[in-house]
Each structure stands twice: as structure tokens, then as C-alpha cells.
């Protein structure tokens, strides 16, 4: 079993839904990372959080730490948010590793 | 405002060939990573440097050997390729152990025939 798992793997939704990918973990973490790649793109950081709620634009983080579990939304969803999400820890105990989850592939249709 | 830059973006290789893919941060970052991501995987770590002259193997690190050259660069060498390292490869630097975020270069989509 994965040390991170995301669900769904894939999600197909209309321009302007609200969308939520979720990801849960198994292992004590330091923080967690949200993560987007663009088709045949790099990876860019989208949030790093170890508590709580982060906002971004459209884009909101939140984690549960007791239940060991984040969720990643996007409100007004747009063709552009079209990518794959991917969920990573920080493996709490001072590793200097990710560990990450198999990403969520997006696609918004107009 | 380079981040981290990786080289090349494309390789093709013959079995057997070896290259080196080069990585450099300019973010004074301690910690340096090389991942692979191969269809239906996540991110899979091949070695990870946490300092400046200490480099640890990760998940995957069989047929690839790396060089912390200095606090900047990191490389990841193919001593004898194999179709099996046919794959998108990623550079990666962070400071995780003060729970920063990671950043990441664009990728190296290595095919080996």
C-alpha cells in the first residue's frame, strides 16, 4: 500500500465546477505539498502546509493532521486549470524527503 | 530568476551508452534530489544529497550513480543505460528540513533504445 494516496486519479469536470482532489496519508509528516504539472511541463509548488487552511486565488489547501488527510479545491474551474495534482509529505523524523502520491489527472472542458 | 536548471531537456541513448544529466540551483538550497516519473507512478526518488559532500541512495537507485559537485550542482550519471531507465527525470532542491517548499527543474524525457 502507498504511502500517500490520492483520489481520484482522474477527474473530468465542466468549466466553472468545484473542483476537490483529496489525499490521504499513512506515515507521521511534517508537511504536505500540492503540487501541479502541466502536461509535458516541470512541476511547480502550489502549497505547503502542515496545519490549517492556505488560499491561493482560486485554489484552496486544507489538512487534517488528526485524520491524516488534505484536500485540494479549486472554485470556478477553468480549462486552464486543466494538469496533474500531486500530493507529497515531508516524512516527519528529520528524513529530507518527499514522498509522493500518483497524481490526479484534471480536465476542465469549456 | 533561474530556480533550478536542468540539462538536457531531451536524450536519446542507445543501450549500453552512458550521459550525465546536469542540475544547478541558484537558491542556496542544502538539498538536492533526482526523482524519475514513469506512467502510472508517482515521483520516484533515485538519490537525494541533504548537504554540500553527502549524497544517500533513495528508492530507485540501481544503475545511476551522482556527484554533489558543490552547494549548486548536482548530477546524475547512467554509467550503462537500459530501456528500463526510459523515463522523465526530475531535479529537485528544497530546504524540507525546515518544512520549505521544493522547486523543481523542467524535466529530462530520456528515451533509451
Known amino acids: 500500500k502507498n504511502e500517500v494516496e490520492q483520489s481520484p486519479q482522474n477527474l473530468t469536470a465542466q468549466e466553472g465546477e468545484f473542483i476537490t482532489i483529496n489525499c490521504s496519508y499513512s506515515v507521521g509528516i511534517s508537511a504536505l505539498h500540492w503540487l501541479q504539472q502541466h502536461p509535458g511541463g516541470g512541476i511547480v509548488s502550489l502549497f505547503m502546509?502542515?496545519?490549517g487552511k492556505k488560499k491561493h486565488g482560486r485554489l484552496i489547501a486544507t489538512i487534517n493532521i488528526q485524520e491524516k488527510h488534505s484536500s485540494l479545491h479549486i472554485t470556478a474551474s477553468h480549462p486552464r486549470d486543466s494538469a496533474v495534482y500531486i500530493c507529497a509529505v515531508n516524512l516527519d523524523g528529520g528524513a529530507q524527503k518527499l514522498v509522493f502520491g500518483q497524481g490526479t489527472r484534471l480536465t476542465i472542458n469549456p | 530568476n533561474a530556480g533550478v536548471t536542468q540539462t538536457p531537456k531531451f536524450q536519446v541513448l542507445k543501450t549500453g551508452q552512458s550521459m550525465t544529466l546536469q542540475c544547478a540551483q541558484d537558491?542556496?538550497?542544502?538539498?538536492m534530489y533526482w526523482y524519475r516519473q514513469d506512467p502510472g507512478m508517482g515521483l520516484r526518488l533515485i538519490y537525494y544529497?541533504?548537504?554540500?559532500?553527502?549524497?544517500d541512495k533513495g528508492e530507485v537507485p540501481n544503475g545511476y550513480n551522482v556527484s554533489r559537485l558543490n552547494k549548486r550542482e548536482f548530477s546524475l550519471r547512467l554509467e550503462s543505460a537500459a530501456p528500463s531507465q526510459t523515463s522523465v527525470y526530475f531535479c529537485?532542491?528544497?530546504?524540507?528540513?525546515?518544512?520549505?517548499?521544493?522547486?523543481f527543474g523542467q524535466g529530462t524525457r530520456l528515451t533509451v533504445v
Open positions: 544529497s541533504a548537504s554540500e559532500g553527502t549524497t
Open positions: 529537485a532542491s528544497s530546504e524540507l528540513a525546515m518544512n520549505t517548499e521544493a522547486f
Open positions: 537558491m542556496n538550497h542544502n538539498s
Open positions: 502546509l502542515s496545519s
